[in-house]
């Protein structure tokens, strides 16, 4: 699947979309470098999150309790 469709999908919710393009493509579609890094932080964050169990099938119903767990397991990962 390309990036295309989601570009689309992604502009008509009237966000921006920053997603590189391949080197290969012959046109290069221009991307915000320094928005784009900060997407990148919060990719790996959320990568990091996932390795806890509870966060990834969320076990709570409450969404209280859910985002007590959240909250400590980013605790967790910030004092590494």
Known sequence: MT???LRK????????AV????RCRKIAIPHDIA????RN???RCF???KHY????TRYERRTAHYLGFV???AAIIWLR
Do not use: T, V
């Not at 999908?9 to 921006?16: D, F, R, T, V, Y």
């Not at 169990?53 to 990834?56: D, Q």
């Open 9 to 16: 999908i992604i502009a008509g919710m009237g966000a921006e």
């Open 53 to 56: 169990r509870r966060f990834a």
């Open 35 to 38: 928005i784009y890094k900060h």
């Open 41 to 43: 932080q919060i990719e």
């Open 71 to 73: 909250h400590l397991a």
């Open 47 to 49: 990568n990091k999150l």
């Open 3 to 5: 990036a295309l469709p």
């Open 19 to 22: 997603i590189p393009s391949n």
